[in-house]
């Protein structure tokens, strides 16, 4: 009798096949799992892959476009191609109805980063009617450059890597390290993410099983927010890793039992010794990977979950020890309601109630405010605010060491329009009031961000006559209201026992001076 696959970096913790039990309770949890909407309909799955095919057609009317304008003979444009590919959720099967798609548009080596900001937008403006396409948004100067879109209400994050080939007619084949050979940091980077996604799909014993156990830790991630990188806890790749790792420990599982063994391994695991799905993999190619030995910044991470592809990387870099502490709790947490889902049929919703963050958790809080009065300026000021918030809650750790257990942040921002007249009322929103906050109705339209804009096109002026948006004339009012975007971030405190002062003024003043 042939011995069976290892899967992984260790012999497998159990390969006993499911229980009667495990059954039951894996029928409960997809039931759970459909009550909390986590499923999008088969009528999504296929407006997603339309808008896929077309943007591949998009992608190669783009590759011939620039081709010919760079003096390419027909016979290399007849076989140039270009190729789309997912990643992240869609890819990896765990999307629901409102989950947008990560996208990855490959193009041959005659096509630059350069050519798809210029032509891309146009190309997709020009290819949909009226309304199909919303909030195109290009984002070209960031570390992983992208174009933000919706189509018939998807979301799609669309990226961009030119290969070092003059023909991608056929799909190339990803999972091969050598195209990455002649790319910059960038495209690499780009390419990252669709090799990840492809490799850990490729490393658990059964797919849908893995699918299954991933949507109900993502699930509960996000109902208790500890979800999202950018502020300390793991994001969705992580997350897949470790759900990939545990499936690897008991291959025969059911997706409950998988959960359980979850709540029970991460807890326990050995931290910072790091999680990966596969031995390290010798490369040629002599790109910078994760190494504690060699890399001072890779040795002080608190929480390495590594990728399974070259080059490896640690997707937990931003944990720290605050966010830390509160993951084992809610692991610890966790771990106790599903062995009371197990031993006395407790129902698996109690598992994904929500976060008591502002409720019953913390006494104390900071409120961190963005402002601004042009909705696209306040995005990319709330955006950045928001990538340092991480500072600030180094410096409240270590600043009152003797009173501070923790900080956690809360993992979404919260988005405001208010109306103000003069400048006091502007000075109240600014240090946070809500009385000139503007209703959730005025601000809920389907298409909040481009009415907002086109408000904001037609009173933004001096005092001049401005033509509105159906052609006629109008004169702004010296008493018209100023419309002040804002964005507010939350951070909990949490004293230690028997702490009776709290002064954090030191680390507050360095944020703000940042």
């Not at 059964?206 to 830790?217: E, H, N, V």
């Not at 005092?463 to 939350?490: C, F, H, I, L, S």
Request: proline letters at 5%.
């Amino acid at each position: 009798m042939a011995a069976e696959r290892q899967w992984g970096v260790t012999p497998a913790f159990s390969s006993d096949p499911p229980s009667a039990g495990d059954l039951k309770l894996n029928d409960l949890l997809v039931s759970e799992l459909k009550a909390q909407n986590n499923f999008a309909p088969a009528s999504d799955t296929e407006k997603r892959e339309a808008i896929i095919t077309k943007l591949k057609g998009l992608l190669r009317q783009m590759v011939q476009t620039v081709g010919k304008k760079k003096g390419l003979p027909q016979d290399i444009l007849d076989v140039a191609g270009g190729e789309v590919y997912t990643y992240g959720s869609y890819r990896l099967g765990v999307y629901g109805p409102a989950s947008d798609v990560d996208t990855l548009m490959v193009a041959p080596k005659h096509v630059t980063r350069d050519d798809f900001f210029e032509l891309m937008p146009d190309l997709l403006r020009q290819s949909t009617t009226p309304g199909e396409i919303t909030n195109l948004v290009p984002v070209p100067g960031i570390s992983t450059p992208i174009i933000k879109l919706t189509i018939r209400g998807v979301e799609i994050d669309l990226i961009f890597s030119s290969l070092q080939l003059s023909s991608l007619s056929e799909k190339v084949d990803l999972a091969d390290d050598s195209i990455l050979r002649g790319l910059d940091e960038v495209d690499r980077r780009c390419m990252n993410g669709t090799r990840v996604t492809n490799r850990i799909l490729q490393l658990v014993p059964q797919t849908k099983t893995f699918r299954l156990a991933l949507r109900a830790i993502k699930l509960w991630a996000q109902k208790r927010a500890i979800y999202g990188n950018i502020v300390g806890f793991p994001g969705g790749v992580a997350y897949a890793i470790l759900v990939a790792r545990v499936c690897q420990l008991y291959p025969k599982a059911v997706a409950p039992l998988l959960v359980q063994r979850f709540f029970f391994i991460i807890q326990r695991w050995n931290w910072p010794k790091p999680v990966f799905l596969q031995h390290k993999e010798e490369s040629s190619l002599q790109l910078r990977e994760w190494d504690p030995s060699t890399y001072r910044g890779d040795a002080a991470h608190l929480m390495p979950i590594l990728t399974p592809a070259v080059p490896s990387m640690n997707t937990a870099h931003t944990v720290t020890r605050s966010t830390k502490t509160v993951m084992m709790r809610e692991f610890k947490r966790a771990e106790q309601i599903v062995k009371e889902i197990y031993d006395t049929g407790k129902p698996w919703k109690t598992l994904f109630e929500r976060h008591d963050f502002f409720t019953q958790k913390y006494k104390h809080y900071i409120c961190v405010n963005t402002a601004a009065k042009d909705r696209d300026a306040h995005d990319a000021w709330a955006g950045l605010v928001q990538s340092k918030i991480k500072w600030l809650m180094g410096g409240i750790e270590t600043s009152d060491a003797n009173s501070v257990e923790l900080v956690q942040p809360f993992t979404k921002g919260f988005d405001r329009v208010h109306l103000c007249n003069g400048e006091e009322q502007l000075e109240k929103t600014l240090d946070g009031s809500l009385e000139f906050q503007v209703k959730a109705t005025e601000t809920s339209a389907t298409d909040d961000h481009a009415d907002l804009k086109a408000q904001i096109a037609q009173s933004d002026t001096d005092g001049v006559e401005v033509v509105a948006m159906n052609g006629e004339a109008k004169a702004k009012k010296e008493e018209d209201p100023q419309r002040v975007y804002t964005m507010t971030y939350y951070l909990g405190i949490g004293l230690c026992d028997g702490a009776r002062a709290l002064d954090i003024s030191t680390p507050v003043r360095n944020f703000q001076g940042e």
